[in-house]
């Protein structure tokens, strides 16, 4: 090969390696202060595409897991709610046992006793009526709920996108409250952290078909008239642009039905991965306890003591068994969950080792790298000089 001091062959392919490893040496870098191996999509396109279906994957068992925790206190409430019934139920045995007897009188005593089994049954229906979750009526079956509001359209998932802002608005006097969003939530997960972290009392969830409800946890309701409570109501205001998938509309919003069952939605992101526990509750008062009526009882008579007493036993077996429906629940979510929580496992393993950089392979890289940027510096220096000696021959 000629010498010549127009292009310095040596000295340029010296710099073209020297690059290549300030390259690879910043990627190295890159990775052991990001902790990943995948950084952008040029790193690993298909490792890149594995995870990111692994996060939405993991992202809905998250909410499910909350999803049957919540759950799961919904149904310790109504629980603990019918045990209490249970225990109101006992005294009335015995004010009913007592009363039948022969040895009572049907004037003041009788009366005592049949007052006492009132308000019994007042407690009854005050238990059934004012027992709440999360701003929810549990024993409401069929009753408008105010305090919570369903967005029109159903089939939404968490990576579903969104555009437009929402307003939430309700409560009155020093309770009122309105949130507008920011507007900058790009899907329905990013919509759903922004309405709780609000700081407004006011939680938003996906529901069992896939529709945005919101509930007002606080319960800022006027329950004194209906006015009032449509006046105090969770609503969505006039600044509501949301647009939920691809939707040509702005979406709406109506105050929810309790229902008589309730249902928890369960997903791994996918159909094939959903489903749904269902448990029925129903409205309860003394005139409907799971089917048993104690509202024409009596004690002001011995036969009506007897008729009393049996109503009252029949409605302890069925509150009884409502119970057991509810343990059931509970147990099936129990397991819904531990099932989850070992898919999280799992998913979080596999989506670990996809994307996370090998931390003592990347510090060998290191070095290497380090290493090879000091000798190209020093072959660099050595390629430019021998342009220099080619001047000597000149002398």
Do not use: C
């Not at 939430?168 to 409250?177: Q, R």
């Not at 931390?359 to 940027?373: A, D, G």
Request: glycine content about 10%.
């Amino acid at each position: 090969m000629s010498m010549s001091i127009l292009n310095n062959v040596t000295a340029m392919a010296a710099q073209t390696q020297l690059n290549n490893t300030n390259l690879a040496l910043q990627k190295t870098l890159l990775q052991l202060s990001s902790g990943s191996k995948l950084n952008s999509g040029a790193d690993d396109a298909a490792g890149l595409s594995i995870y990111n279906g692994l996060q939405a994957n993991i992202t809905a068992l998250t909410q499910s897991s909350s999803n049957a925790s919540n759950a799961q206190g919904m149904l310790q409430v109504a629980d603990g709610a019918l045990s209490q019934i249970t225990n109101l139920l006992n005294r009335a045995v015995t004010l009913a046992t007592e009363s039948a007897s022969g040895n009572v009188s049907d004037g003041t005593q009788r009366s005592a006793l049949d007052t006492e089994f009132s308000s019994i049954k007042s407690e009854i229906d005050s238990i059934g009526s004012t027992t709440t979750f999360n701003g929810t009526a549990v024993f409401a079956g069929g009753a408008t709920n105010y305090g919570q509001v369903a967005f029109s359209g159903s089939g939404a998932g968490l990576a579903s996108a969104v555009t437009g802002k929402i307003e939430l608005k309700g409560g009155s006097g020093t309770n009122a409250y309105d949130w507008t969003s920011s507007g900058s939530s790009a899907t329905v997960g990013d919509l759903i952290k922004e309405i709780n972290g609000s700081g407004k009392g006011l939680v938003a969830s996906l529901n069992s078909t896939g529709a945005l409800v919101v509930t007002d946890t606080l319960n800022r309701v006027d329950t004194t008239s209906t006015t009032t409570e449509t006046a105090s109501a969770l609503t969505s205001g006039a600044a509501t642009t949301l647009k939920i998938g691809a939707d040509s509309t702005a979406e709406t919003a109506t105050n929810t039905t309790n229902l008589s069952s309730f249902s928890v939605f369960l997903s791994d992101g996918t159909n094939v991965g959903s489903s749904t526990i269902s448990t029925t509750l129903g409205a309860l008062s003394s005139s409907n306890m799971n089917g048993v009526s104690l509202a024409a009882d009596s004690l002001l008579s011995s036969s009506g003591a007897s008729g009393a007493l049996t109503d009252i036993n029949n409605a302890i077996a069925q509150v009884a068994s409502l119970r057991g429906n509810l343990g059931a629940s509970m147990n099936r979510l129990t397991a819904a969950g531990n099932v989850i929580n070992a898919q999280l496992t799992n998913l979080t393993s596999a989506a670990n080792n996809v994307s996370s950089a090998d931390i003592s392979q990347q510090v060998t890289n290191m070095s290497e790298q380090q290493v090879l940027t000091q000798t190209g510096i020093s072959a660099l220096a050595q390629a430019n000089q021998m342009q220099q000696a080619l001047l000597k021959l000149l002398q």
